[in-house]
């Protein structure tokens, strides 16, 4: 992976599953990285296993669907580190019932989805990219979906925050290069996330056996890990994705090679 020594990362939604585990590797690879999240001490837990890396960290408890909270982030990241090289977008929710079609969704949980999941992308680049400037350029990665791609019944909120932030990645790509900074995607199938474990456990079946279920879907047979989805930030925020801009890519064992037209055949496979 590319060496981080001496940059400064923020990762939203960065005290537990995907966010977590870019957070430490961004650590291990030398960056100073500052994991906002709500909870205060999952996101201390992230920060004290970054002892023994080659960089540091710091928690800012904040609501990334708040516009005050998104520019205290990145206050406080130039404050204490001194500027901002790269933002791992990572934060998002799919609460229990945002599950429902356009009638039956009530309309807080859709602005609270897409105040989190899409608007907060809007606002880290507002008001991150100014201090990415002034470093000679920088990089935004974000943690979209498969389901920006294609979806599923009844996540109309989270399937349009995912879509329009795939959108939103394209066109800051074009509206920020002339500025080195370039603006990327991952679209990670299901990974075992605290997120995911929570859909499991909501079907009253055992969770490791619904996760195994989920893991059919893809055709690798299995589900993904935080690391992986890790592995592949660390490359597009690295020097080795130089060329790369207004890009996505899939961590998705398969799953949007597959199509949905193959209605799970990946079971079989």
Known sequence: MGDFSGKIVIVTGGAQGM??????????????????????????????????????????????????????VVEETVSTFGGVDVVFNNVGIQPAESYADAVDLPEETWDRIIAVNLKSRFLMAKYAI?????????????????????SMPGVSAYAASKGGDLSLVRQLSLDFARDNI???????????????????LSTGRDVESELRDYGKTHPLGRIGMPEEVANVVLFLAS??????????VCVDGGMMAMGVWAGGAGADL
């Open 239 to 248: 020097d080795r994705a130089s060329f790369m801009t207004g890009e996505y």
């Open 130 to 150: 100014p201090h990415m400037r002034e470093r000679g350029g920088g990089v935004i990665v974000d943690n979209a979906s498969v389901q920006g791609l294609q």
């Open 19 to 72: 966010g977590r585990s870019a957070a430490l590797a961004f650590a291990r690879e030398g960056a100073s990285v500052a994991v906002a999240d709500l909870d205060e001490q999952a996101g201390a837990k992230t920060v004290s296993d970054m002892v023994g890396s080659e960089g540091r960290g710091i928690v800012i408890v904040a609501d990334m669907g708040v516009s005050a909270d998104c520019r205290r």
């Open 182 to 200: 370039r603006v990327l995607a991952v679209c990670p199938g299901t990974i075992d996330t605290p997120m995911a474990r929570m859909a499991a």
